[in-house]
């Protein structure tokens, strides 16, 4: 190890130890420097370092501060034993909100089950999928232990067609958009469905609206079965004009989609929305119609982060990723590739964890905060 990898391995423990939480400033140079027992230009190449990978950010005048949680180098690899390292290719942070929390929830998850058996988690964070197949081609003799694709990173044919003939076994998050075979790990989209449509007829709603991804979404036509079936199920009448569609991260276009269901169908009754910020356009929409929560109308959300809540009237009733089931299945994936137990043809729809609320007319139980596998609130 150099001196300054020495210097991101020591302070990645300071962090995995919960010396500071996301949002705390860091000490002074000179302290930091005492802290880690390194030289000033050491110490500013291992921030530095950390900055580029989004665990740290340097604010002029203001200082240093925790970004996030995850350690990217894990812990230092035990001499003399074979410590295979798992690559994660993923694309910046920050470009928005949900790939950000998403994201980190399963970085955290895979670099702590990892650190646990003495492996490390390297990641390599990319502005953009052009740069994929370059970046591949320096670190080709480093991949042995395999690499993961996730947060918006999905990689061509060509990419997964080198990797193949080295051996390196890959896992995406995601579904895979080429032609070549690829493992890989998703959430049950039809799935979600079901269980939304189902507690909204549960629950006494007839005219229930769904709001989800464009025509032009991969499982666009699945979510759409998924929706009549459970329909046909509780013997309601499918109405196509109940049907909206939004990109799911796109606040003004679920807000058009919301307004345009509730002018053309004044007796729509219950309304399932899928994508974080779509559900905030949607609600917007109900507020300015003069509806209310579940007075007026019930309302299930597809998708959920911990300020979606604070920025609703009431606490909604929705689904939200198995992230931590995520974690474990992409890095069980990679073992059994490496292993030859599984070939690049499997994959894991994992299904979706129901979250109680108010918005549907049901009464939740008393809220507990949400804990990853290792007993730690999630999402702090």
Same mark, same amino acid.
């Given at each position: 190890?150099?001196?300054?990898?020495?210097? %991101?391995?020591?302070?990645?423990?300071?962090?995995?130890?919960?010396?500071?939480?996301?949002?705390?400033?860091?000490?002074?140079?000179?302290?930091?420097?005492?802290?880690?027992?390194?030289? $000033?230009?050491?110490?500013?190449?291992?921030?530095?370092?950390?900055? #580029?990978?989004?665990?740290?950010?340097?604010?002029?005048?203001?200082?240093?501060? +925790?970004?996030?949680e995850?350690?990217?180098?894990?812990?230092?690899?035990?001499?003399?034993?074979p410590?295979?390292?798992?690559?994660?290719?993923?694309?910046?942070?920050?470009?928005? +909100?949900? !790939?950000?929390? =998403?994201?980190?929830?399963?970085?955290?998850?895979?670099?702590?089950?990892?650190?646990? #058996?003495?492996?490390?988690?390297?990641?390599?964070?990319?502005?953009? !999928?052009?740069? %994929?197949?370059?970046?591949?081609?320096?670190? !080709?003799?480093?991949?042995?232990?395999?690499?993961?694709?996730?947060?918006?990173?999905?990689?061509?044919?060509?990419?997964?067609?080198?990797?193949?003939?080295?051996?390196?076994?890959?896992? +995406?998050?995601?579904?895979?958009?080429?032609?070549?075979?690829?493992?890989?790990?998703?959430?049950?989209?039809?799935?979600?469905?079901?269980?939304?449509?189902?507690?909204?007829?549960?629950?006494? =709603?007839?005219?229930?609206?769904? %709001?989800?991804?464009?025509?032009?979404?991969?499982?666009?036509?699945?979510?759409?079965?998924?929706?009549?079936?459970v329909?046909?199920?509780?013997?309601?009448?499918?109405?196509?004009?109940?049907?909206?569609?939004?990109?799911?991260?796109?606040?003004?276009?679920?807000?058009?989609?919301?307004?345009?269901?509730?002018?053309?169908?004044?007796?729509?009754?219950?309304?399932?929305?899928?994508?974080?910020?779509?559900?905030?356009?949607?609600?917007?929409?109900? $507020?300015?119609?003069?509806?209310?929560?579940? !007075?007026?109308?019930?309302?299930f959300?597809?998708?959920?982060?911990p300020?979606?809540?604070?920025?609703?009237?009431?606490r909604?009733?929705?689904?939200?990723?198995?992230?931590?089931?995520?974690?474990?299945?992409?890095?069980?994936?990679?073992?059994?590739?490496?292993?030859?137990?599984?070939?690049?043809?499997?994959?894991?729809?994992?299904?979706? +964890?129901?979250?109680?609320?108010r918005?549907?007319?049901?009464?939740?139980?008393p809220?507990?905060?949400?804990?990853?596998?290792?007993?730690?609130?999630?999402?702090?």
């Amino acid at each position: 190890m150099t001196k300054s990898e020495k210097a %991101i391995y020591t302070l990645t423990r300071q962090i995995n130890s919960g010396t500071w939480r996301i949002g705390d400033k860091l000490p002074v140079e000179d302290e930091l420097c005492k802290l880690i027992g390194v030289g $000033r230009n050491t110490l500013r190449e291992a921030v530095a370092a950390l900055e #580029q990978q989004g665990v740290l950010r340097r604010m002029q005048g203001a200082g240093t501060f +925790l970004c996030q949680e995850f350690a990217p180098l894990g812990i230092e690899p035990e001499k003399g034993k074979p410590n295979p390292d798992i690559h994660v290719f993923c694309t910046c942070y920050y470009s928005h +909100l949900e !790939a950000d929390f =998403y994201g980190r929830e399963i970085l955290h998850d895979m670099s702590s089950r990892l650190s646990e #058996q003495g492996r490390r988690l390297l990641i390599e964070v990319l502005p953009d !999928a052009e740069m %994929i197949q370059s970046k591949l081609l320096s670190l !080709a003799d480093e991949l042995s232990g395999g690499c993961i694709f996730m947060n918006g990173l999905i990689p061509g044919d060509r990419e997964l067609r080198f990797l193949a003939g080295k051996n390196i076994p890959v896992a +995406l998050l995601g579904r895979p958009v080429g032609r070549e075979v690829v493992a890989y790990v998703g959430n049950d989209d039809a799935e979600e469905v079901r269980i939304a449509i189902r507690h909204l007829a549960d629950h006494g =709603y007839k005219r229930i609206g769904m %709001i989800n991804g464009t025509s032009d979404f991969a499982d666009h036509h699945l979510v759409v079965d998924a929706y009549r079936e459970v329909l046909e199920e509780y013997g309601i009448a499918f109405d196509a004009r109940l049907l909206g569609e939004a990109e799911p991260f796109r606040f003004n276009d679920a807000k058009n989609a919301a307004r345009a269901l509730l002018e053309q169908c004044p007796d729509l009754d219950a309304l399932a929305v899928s994508g974080d910020r779509a559900v905030l356009g949607a609600l917007e929409s109900i $507020r300015e119609s003069g509806k209310r929560i579940p !007075a007026d109308l019930g309302f299930f959300m597809l998708g959920e982060l911990p300020w979606i809540q604070e920025l609703s009237p009431v606490r909604l009733a929705g689904v939200r990723h198995d992230l931590h089931g995520m974690a474990d299945k992409l890095l069980s994936m990679l073992d059994g590739l490496r292993a030859k137990r599984i070939t690049p043809e499997t994959h894991a729809l994992l299904p979706p +964890l129901f979250i109680p609320g108010r918005s549907c007319g049901c009464v939740p139980p008393p809220e507990a905060k949400p804990q990853n596998r290792h007993g730690i609130p999630a999402g702090i």
